[in-house]
């Protein structure tokens, strides 16, 4: 009689994992490349001109509107209740008004003038400070460049800086508006490491040839660094084109505001201009007279263009005039 043997029961088996595929192995080249100078990914790709796009839309939208309401009509303003930002009914009735002769005409020409005089004036004073104090052997170099450097973390207070403007004889005078700001510790610092940059043969092959300190700053040091005197320069150009606090400390005679005061007294303050905003009235020329709103929009475009005009002339030149001299400083 046999005897029959129960089946043995096998364990199932656990289901075996796919192979996961490598990841493909970064070339050499690859690999050395930090993160950031990686190829983009095609969401990466997608997105940098939609959020480029979103930036430009932000900080442009604030001038459109600024700029439209100058050009818009009392109703226009009126229907709007403000700002407005569909055009309709455009007029050049309130730059008519504000430049025909006015206090706006007089301010701005000041402005252009101080700004042109000073900026001229900081960069010379700049550019040879600078140059002294980069090289080594220069007389009184550290203590100097330790006076410079001081400014940094004490600054004069108002009550000194007028106690001395007025010493001076400067009250109600455009040189109050130059001279207290003439010097940026920050553009010297800046230009001084530029300076530094500059390889010493090149000045030490120009001594050999028998050039003086001047020469070598002229001939050899300038046309090596138009980059950060360009630069530079820009910064003087909108610091002086849009200070109003010295102006506001100094001046005293109405009609010798620069345009950024009569812009604070007239929009911030809501204070009628001196004089009237111009000396033709647009009515006389066929236009109908311009709404208050709209004077004070286009004073604000006539503040602002002459900056948006050249920067873009300047703009190429901020990575290798300020990034560069800073790094090496």
Do not use: C
């Not at 402005?111 to 000073?118: A, E």
């Not at 400014?151 to 009550?159: S, Y």
């Not at 070598?216 to 320069?233: H, N, Q």
């Amino acid at each position: 009689m046999t005897t029959q043997q129960a089946p043995v029961r096998q364990k199932p088996q656990a289901p075996v994992p796919a192979r996961r595929r490598p990841a493909p192995r970064r070339s050499e080249e690859e690999a050395g490349r930090p993160v950031w100078e990686e190829e983009p990914s095609f969401l990466g790709r997608l997105s940098k001109p939609v959020v480029l796009g979103l930036v430009v839309l932000i900080v442009s939208f604030p001038l459109y509107v600024v700029v439209v309401t100058s050009l818009s009509s009392t109703e226009a303003v009126t229907r709007a209740g403000g700002l407005v930002v569909v055009p309709r009914e455009l007029t050049i009735a309130a730059y008519v008004q504000l430049l025909s002769g006015g206090v706006v005409t007089r301010a701005l020409v000041i402005s252009t003038v101080i700004t042109i005089v000073g900026t001229f004036l900081s960069l010379a004073i700049t550019v040879l400070a600078a140059y002294g104090l980069s090289r080594p052997g220069s007389l009184f170099h550290r203590p100097l460049l330790f006076v410079v450097l001081l400014t940094f973390l004490f600054g004069p207070g108002i009550i000194p800086s007028y106690l001395l403007v007025n010493s001076l004889g400067m009250i109600d005078s455009y040189s109050s508006l130059i001279l207290p700001t003439a010097v940026s510790a920050f553009n010297l610092i800046v230009m001084r490491s530029f300076f530094m940059g500059i390889p010493s043969e090149l000045i030490d092959s120009a001594r050999i040839d028998g050039a003086g300190e001047f020469s070598v700053l002229v001939r050899i040091v300038m046309p090596l660094s138009k980059a950060v005197v360009a630069v530079v320069g820009l910064f003087y150009a909108v610091g002086y084109w849009n200070a109003f606090f010295n102006a506001l400390l100094y001046i005293n005679d109405n009609n010798k505001w620069p345009l950024q005061l009569v812009l604070r007294t007239y929009i911030v303050e809501s204070a009628p201009l001196p004089g009237g905003a111009g000396g033709i009235s647009s009515v006389g020329m066929g236009l109908d007279p311009a709404p208050s709103l709209a004077i004070k929009m286009a004073i604000v475009v006539i503040a602002i263009v002459p900056v948006l005009v050249l920067y873009p002339f300047i703009q190429k030149h901020f990575t290798k005039g300020v990034i560069i001299g800073a790094v090496k400083g």
